[in-house]
């Protein structure tokens, strides 16, 4: 995957990338350790579609759960384990 | 009252009324540049209220308002940005500065004002206002276009054309013949030089001058720093500002950071008293005269920003959607022309001031209004541009629509 790094003066840096199917998705790090994610406009590939601001601390959460979906799904399903009863519906499709 | 009641009334009033109006245009989305000039201009001698005790505050505190305002944007840049800026982008701030500068200075010849006039207004017309413009570009979550690092490294290049701009100009407004403006022109700049060298290699040092752990003890050495760094320029007519300015690119890293949080609101207090005491200093009755020429010379500055924003966009290979938004971001002018006009001052022509008192007020309230306008169009220039693309290439090949 090719990520492209542009610098912008005063503010930090954008990096971006296309999606396999054809999206264009982008981060921008500020110095403060702010982030902007933002995806591109297929109808206008140099203006953003969307944009979200999101403090230090809330994308470390948000790289959190995309870097390491195996665990919080390994976290989730144990969770639903200790919800349900022993016999009852948590086991009920299992082999 | 006593003097020192009715300074701090009279001071008081004023701050709580900017920030009275600086909550409102906040609300309607405008610069509080304008108002605060509004707000100088009512204040002033032949305004509506005029005061009377803190006009030696104001004075002084305005000069505190341009070293401050100078030292947070070179805290901006670090040293490589300039320098990368520089070395790609020199083409479009030439470009930038020559569409944009020379209908101000023939604007200041059709109105018969001198040499130094026109240089000034050169300056005036010129250089956008990074401020504004930077917070427009936020608010509008356009941070991410394409576009927009065309924009920024225009405005990089604006401010550092300043830093040579500037100590000529102020060297011309002091020197009183043409052979002592040579030679005062010629130590401004050798000191420039010599002041952008230090500031480029020994940034770290600098920088190791004024490290502290303490938030108090880094304040007073970095904004007395600053001060004694920006009179040593004024002396040898280098301009207060521009010292500021190298002073803060000088300044990097960790520090840089640390001093922006710290700096950044007494720079708001001390920017708004500069704004005010230019309304201030300027007469009110004087306006209405001026509007008029001061309107076509705005529609000609919206013109030419459009002009450069599109020819930056272009070389920067963004279509024609993002070539408007990149003009019509650049159009705001603000800080930077009321710092030229306070330097040049009532010493060159009664009518200069409040020519570019009304430039800036018109500027500063279309100028965030025009990307919003420009939208629109905008878009359906990169429609248009995007169905020639997939009749071109098939719809097959084209990106496929998702849902948002």
């Keep these: ?95 | 009252m006593s003097h020192t009641a009715s300074l701090l009334v009279e001071l008081g009033a004023v701050l709580f009324a900017l920030g009275v109006m600086g909550r409102l245009a906040g609300r309607f989305g405008l610069s509080p540049i304008p108002l605060y000039l509004l707000a100088g201009l009512a204040f002033g001698t032949g305004g509506l209220v005029p005061l009377q005790a803190p006009e030696e505050f104001f004075t002084t505190g305005s000069e505190v308002g341009v070293v401050l305002l100078l030292l947070m944007l070179g805290l901006e840049y670090s040293a490589d940005d300039l320098v990368a800026n520089l070395r790609q982008q020199a083409p479009v701030g030439i470009v930038d500065l020559l569409l944009n500068g020379l209908p101000g200075v023939a604007f200041a010849l059709l109105m018969g004002w001198g040499p130094i006039a026109a240089l000034a207004m050169f300056g005036v017309t010129a250089i956008s206002s990074s401020g504004i413009i930077s917070k427009v570009l936020t608010d509008m979550g356009r941070l991410g276009n394409r576009e927009t690092p065309s924009v920024l490294s225009i405005l990089v290049l604006e401010d550092l054309s300043m830093a040579v701009y500037l100590p000529v100009l102020t060297a011309l407004v002091a020197a009183s013949s043409g052979a002592t403006a040579v030679r005062s022109v010629l130590i401004a700049l050798a000191t420039l030089a010599v002041v952008l060298v230090l500031a480029l290699r020994h940034g770290k040092v600098i920088s190791s001058l004024v490290v502290s752990r303490s938030n108090e003890v880094l304040l007073l050495l970095v904004v007395g720093l600053a001060l004694l760094v920006a009179g040593g320029a004024e002396a040898v007519h280098v301009s207060a500002a521009v010292g500021a300015f190298l002073l803060g690119i000088a300044l990097s890293g960790e520090v840089a950071e640390h001093v922006r949080g710290l700096v950044g609101p007494l720079r708001d207090l001390f920017a708004a008293v500069f704004f005010v005491f230019f309304g201030l200093s300027t007469d009110p009755t004087q306006l209405p005269s001026v509007l008029v020429p001061a309107g076509i010379l705005a529609i000609v500055g919206i013109a030419t920003k459009l002009l450069t924003g599109w020819i930056a966009g272009r070389r920067a290979g963004v279509g024609p959607g993002g070539r408007i938004r990149a003009g019509a971001a650049l159009v705001p002018r603000g800080e930077f022309s009321i710092i030229i006009a306070g330097l040049v001052g009532a010493s060159v022509e009664p009518a200069f001031a409040p020519t570019v008192a009304a430039y800036v007020l018109i500027m500063a309230v279309v100028g965030p209004l025009v990307p919003r306008v420009a939208d629109p169009f905008a878009r359906r220039l990169a429609r248009r541009a995007a169905d020639r693309r997939e009749v071109a290439v098939g719809p097959e090949n084209t990106a496929p629509v998702a849902g948002t």
């Excluded at chain 1, 930090?12 to 995806?39: C, M, N, P, W």
């Excluded at chain 1, 297929?42 to 665990?71: F, K, M, N, W, Y």
Aim: proline fraction near 5%; glycine fraction near 10%; charge should be negative.
């Design chain 1, 1 to 95: 995957m090719r990520i492209e790094e542009t610098r912008l003066p005063g503010i930090g840096a954008r990096y971006d990338f296309a999606t396999e199917k054809g999206r264009r998705v982008g981060v921008i790090s500020q110095r403060d350790g702010a982030r902007h994610v933002f995806l591109y406009d297929p109808r206008d590939p140099d203006a953003c579609q969307a944009t979200i601001v999101l403090s230090a601390e809330e994308s470390q959460t948000l790289a959190e759960l995309l870097g390491a979906p195996r665990i919080v799904e390994r976290v989730v399903r144990s969770n639903d384990d200790e919800d349900a009863l022993p016999g009852e519906s948590s086991g009920a499709g299992r082999v």
